[in-house]
Every structure is written in C-alpha cells, then in structure tokens.
C-alpha cells in the first residue's frame, strides 16, 4: 500500500516561500508519475505540478514554484516562491497518475492533505 505524507505547510505572508514535502512509503518514487494538487474552498482541486511524464506546471504557478524529487528519499517536493493570498489552499501529494478517457491526470494515490495559507 503507498502512503504519502505532506509536510511544510503553513501560515506564510504575501512574497515569501514555502517548500512543501511528501515522504512517500510503500512504492519508489523512480518509475511512476507524481504530482501536487491544491484545493481552494468552494473550488475544484486542480493539478498544479506534474513530474515524471513530463514536468507540467499550471499558468499561475509558472516562474513560482519548482516540483522535484529525491529518489533516494523517496519524498517529492514543491518550492514555493512569491506566494500571493489567491495560493491559499489545501495542498495534496498524488502518485501513480494516468489520463482518464477526458484527458484528466488522475493519481491512484493521495495524501492527507496540508494546509498552505498566504496573508496578505
């Protein structure tokens, strides 16, 4: 069973940075495709960054954030920088994505979730 765990989400003013962490257990890192997701409240959870098949980011992170992955770690990251109060939001580790019959990347796996606020 995969198991992924986010960490480095917290309270963070307008400009700063945040890297978030998922330590993944269970399966390596080195074959599949991972990715971050976020979900803002009243909104869709939308994929942000995409690593493995290809690095994919969503135009409003582009130049900002940064995904990565340390395979003898096992853990997948995202460096985010110059954040802005509209990046508030719960963000989701996911492993293992495959396009659905729409085109939608889809994992097999998820994280807990880990809140990331940005003050204004």
């Known amino acids: 069973q995969v198991q992924l765990v986010e960490s480095g989400g917290e309270l963070v003013q307008a400009g700063g940075s945040l890297r978030l962490s998922c330590a993944v257990s269970g399966r390596t890192m080195n074959n599949i495709i991972m990715g971050w997701f976020r979900q803002a409240p009243g909104e869709e959870r939308e994929l942000v960054a995409r690593l493995g098949y290809s690095t994919y980011y969503t135009d409003s992170v582009k130049g900002r954030f940064t995904i990565s992955r340390d395979i003898a770690k096992n853990t997948l990251y995202l460096q985010m920088n110059n954040l802005n109060p509209e990046d508030t939001a719960v963000y989701y580790c996911?492993?293992?994505?495959?396009?659905?019959?729409?085109?939608?990347?889809?994992?097999?796996?998820w994280g807990q979730g880990i809140q990331v606020t940005v003050s204004s």
């Open positions: 996911a492993a293992d994505l495959s396009r659905d019959p729409s085109g939608r990347w889809v994992p097999s796996f």
